[in-house]
């Protein structure tokens, strides 16, 4: 059964850091055969594609608001994505999702986890 369970997120006050990981199971694949992203939702917001990063190891910063904030990485020896975010604002806060699409085009999401950010 295919699963990408996150975890790392949880409460923490402005300027401070969290690092999200999600590690994947049951894929016949190592995901470095996958583009795997980090997107986020925020309450009354529609879900947004913060980072990804492809088979290659190329990453991308779609979301402007994190660029120079946050960094995707990859461990294809464990299976796990992360996402190091620091100088976090308020407005970061929202439930932050992986993701995972494979070679063959097939998308998976993990069940989330909150990211709140204090003022």
């Known amino acids: 059964q295919v699963r990408l369970v996150e975890s790392g997120g949880g409460l923490v006050q402005s300027g401070g850091s969290l690092r999200l990981s999600c590690a994947v199971f049951?894929?016949?694949?190592?995901?470095?055969?996958?583009?795997m992203s980090w997107y986020r939702q925020a309450p009354g917001k529609e879900r947004e594609l913060v980072e990804s990063?492809?088979?290659?190891?190329?990453?991308?910063n779609y979301a402007d608001s994190v660029k120079g904030r946050f960094t995707i990485s990859r461990d294809d020896r464990k299976n796990t994505v992360y996402l190091q975010m620091n100088s976090l604002k308020p407005e970061d806060t929202a439930v932050y999702y992986c993701?995972?699409?494979?070679?063959?085009?097939?998308?998976?999401w993990g069940q989330g986890t909150q990211v709140t950010v204090s003022s």
């Open positions: 993701n995972a699409v494979t070679r063959y085009y097939n998308t998976y």
């Open positions: 049951g894929f016949t694949d190592s995901i470095y055969t996958m583009t």
């Open positions: 990063i492809s088979s290659t190891g190329g990453s991308t």
